[in-house]
T-cell receptor, first 111, second 114 residues
């Protein structure tokens, strides 16, 4: 199963872009990369996901390297409400849904 | 569209008791997955149900079991509770039909075992 590695914590100034990296060097060809965030032990909130192309939605952008061994989540204009633990997840290949959650990155947005 | 709902939100039990947690998925979703979150182990996959059948199972003892009903609602049961079962239990729902499927999580049930 592909595993992910993320820095344990990061700071970002309010209004600036937050770039959260993730390594998933053992990812398989059909495994998607997902990003979720969790605020104060609430349920994780879906942000974005992708297979090999870069993706963008109203919340964030996902940049996946060509070899798919790493990715970066970009929050274009961080606000205080973006302070949370961000999880980079590789969905386990095969049938069904099984997410492997690593330890995540605790992002603190500073005023 | 209503999100994933979990009941109860908080629960206090004593060692040796059993507990049943409930999860109602988003309308139209047929897959429900359960996760346990503890400070020491983080978020860990328990099992997934799709169309009333268990499709995947994590590495948890047999005290943890689940089921899914024909309306896709799911219940999770933990028997003979131990102190270490104190955790936030999360369920997530998805259509369950595609590899690129998105899971949506509920708010969780906070279980405290005394």
């Amino acid at each position: 199963d592909a595993k992910t590695t993320q820095p344990p914590s990061m700071d970002c100034a309010e209004g600036r872009a937050a770039n959260l990296p993730c390594n998933h060097s053992t990812i398989s060809g059909n495994e998607y990369v997902y990003w979720y965030r969790q605020i104060h032990s609430q349920g994780p909130q879906y942000i974005i996901h992708g297979l090999k192309n870069n993706e963008t939605n109203e919340m964030a952008s996902l940049i996946i390297t060509e070899d798919r061994k790493s990715s970066t989540l970009i929050l274009p204009h961080a606000t205080l409400r973006d302070t949370a633990v961000y999880y980079c997840i590789v969905r386990v290949a095969g049938t069904g849904n099984q997410f492997y959650f690593g330890t995540g990155t605790s992002l603190t947005v500073i005023p | 569209k209503a999100g994933v709902t979990q009941t109860p939100r908080y629960l206090i039990k004593t060692r040796g008791q059993q507990v049943t947690l409930s999860c109602s998925p988003i309308s139209g979703h047929r897959s429900v997955s359960w996760y346990q979150q503890t400070p020491g182990q983080g978020l860990q996959f328990l099992f997934e149900y799709f169309s009333e059948t268990q499709r995947n199972k994590g590495n948890f003892p047999g005290r943890f079991s689940g089921r899914q009903f024909s309306n896709s609602r799911s219940e999770m049961n933990v028997s003979t509770l131990e102190l270490g079962d104190s955790a936030l239990y999360l369920c997530a729902s998805s259509s369950g039909r595609a590899l690129g499927d998105t899971q949506y999580f509920g708010p969780g049930t906070r279980l405290t075992v005394l």
